[in-house]
């Protein structure tokens, strides 16, 4: 089977604010097309579309230009990914796309331009963006369950080599349980992993059944054998089980008991 492709439009994307500009974001007067408002959060066209056949959104997480997940409180965290899964059933539903994706980035490394935390919604027209994705990327070594069946998972066969952490839950009513793990552990990588709260990563929403899975990924400066050659690094197994022990000792400290 051929390999997806996205068209990229260089020209537009040379457009595109920086980090070392004033943030759009940040001011509203700048922003594409307002969609949706839900409190701080606002859902918004994406101004510089750079990819052909997609319709690309946003969703501005707050009007705090430092914040980011590790840092939102619980109650808001729990509401930014109701409103994105929220959005991302809309289009979803629309059933205008052969896909949709939605996905965040944050960080140097993580192919963000912008500072301010967002998430991105986007509609493919004529690519299935779920076309090569195994159901082995999901599963691996656990390092916990929680209620409602929902597992945590590090990854023994990721997408894209390193470490991949996935939340797995069976139904979409379980989001808050998403929701809250998903922080912990960022807050694991932010502050137990990189020791750094600019700390690279990216996260991705998978619809899977009648629920979802989130793999968070870490970042860091891609491997020339994954660019070159196609081949993924992977950890070892003895790195994979300290990982495992470090997560379980962190989540034993921060869990709350309705987890």
């Known amino acids: 089977m051929t390999r997806a492709k996205l068209t990229f439009n260089s020209s537009i994307a040379k457009k595109k604010p920086t980090n070392q500009d004033r943030c759009p974001f940040c001011y509203q007067e700048e922003l594409g097309k307002v969609l949706d408002r839900q409190d701080q959060m606002i859902w918004v066209e994406n101004k ?18 430092d914040g980011d997940i590790p840092i939102y409180s619980r109650d808001y965290n729990r509401q930014l990914f109701s ?15 052969k ?16 500072r301010h935390p967002h998430f991105q919604i986007v509609g ?31 990854s023994l066969d990721p997408i894209a080599g390193g470490l991949e952490f ?21 807050r694991f990588i932010t502050y137990v992993y990189f020791k750094d709260k600019e700390a690279s990563y990216n996260l991705f929403l998978y619809p899977i059944k009648e629920g979802f899975v989130c793999k ?26 300290q990982l495992k022990s470090q997560l379980e000792s962190y989540l034993k400290d921060s869990l709350s008991d309705d987890i």
């Open 48 to 65: 510089y579309p750079v990819l052909e056949q997609a319709y690309q959104t946003l969703i501005i997480e707050s009007d705090w230009h």
């Open 83 to 97: 409103y994105a899964v929220e959005k991302f059933e809309y289009l979803e539903q629309s059933e205008k796309f």
């Open 99 to 114: 896909s949709v994706l939605c996905y965040k980035n944050f960080g140097p490394l993580s192919g963000g331009s912008l």
């Open 124 to 154: 493919l027209e004529t690519v299935d963006g779920y076309a090569f994705i195994q159901e082995s990327a999901f599963e691996g070594l656990e390092v916990q369950s929680f209620r409602q069946g929902a597992r945590l998972v590090l």
């Open 166 to 186: 996935n939340i797995i839950i069976s139904k979409r009513s379980h989001l808050e349980i998403l929701a809250d793990v998903s922080q912990l552990v960022l």
């Open 216 to 241: 968070i990924m870490p970042r860091y400066v891609v491997s020339p054998y994954l660019l070159g050659y196609g081949i993924r690094q992977v950890p070892s197994q003895k790195r994979l089980s």
